[in-house]
């Protein structure tokens, strides 16, 4: 009799630790479906807000990249910075209502990005800084006298 009393003592220890592992189960999926991937938070873009995701050349996120819509607005909360996830969202002011602003990215070390003609509103926007300084143009010494290989 004592062996059937510990065997039932120990099929509902067994049991109980079961049912205990299935709530666990259920509530690490619900909370790995709560999280929101960074594509998620940009989904529903209103027509007036600049949104979107900056990475760095080999596509990682790049936390506090600056973006700066008509930058002789600065300080006008017409900046954003982006989060750990690369991610920016606001809604310009300076735009006066326009579907495209002019805006610039930019963080120490990298070469800045500029966009002249930007439409507010798209979904996707991804934007890549790169480490390298890019210079255009000719390089002269003070006698005038173009320079190659400098």
């Known amino acids: 009799m004592r062996h059937r009393w510990v065997d039932a003592v120990s099929l509902t220890a067994v049991l109980s630790i079961l049912a205990l592992l299935v709530v666990v189960a259920k509530d690490s999926?619900?909370?790995a479906a709560k999280k929101e991937t960074p594509a998620a938070r940009l989904a529903d873009i209103k027509p007036d807000e600049?949104?979107?995701?900056?990475?760095?050349a080999d596509g990682n996120?790049?936390?506090?990249?600056?973006?700066?819509?008509?930058?002789?607005?600065?300080?006008?909360?017409?900046?954003?910075?982006?989060?750990k996830d690369g991610v920016?969202?606001?809604?310009?002011n300076s735009d006066g209502g326009r579907t495209r602003v002019e805006v610039r990215f930019s963080k120490p070390g990298y070469s800045p990005h500029y966009i002249v003609q930007q439409p507010v509103g798209v979904?996707?926007?991804?934007?890549?800084?790169?480490?390298?300084?890019?210079?255009?143009?000719?390089?002269?010494?003070?006698?005038?006298?173009?320079?190659?290989?400098?």
Request: avoid cysteine.
């Open 123 to 150: 979904k996707g926007l991804v934007i890549t800084l790169n480490s390298k300084t890019l210079i255009e143009g000719v390089l002269r010494s003070p006698d005038e006298i173009g320079r190659a290989h400098v």
């Open 29 to 31: 999926t619900v909370t």
């Open 61 to 83: 996120p790049m936390k506090g990249v600056i973006v700066d819509v008509w930058t002789w607005y600065k300080g006008k909360g017409d900046e954003a910075v982006t989060d």
């Open 88 to 92: 920016f969202r606001f809604r310009p």
């Open 50 to 56: 600049l949104a979107g995701i900056v990475n760095d």
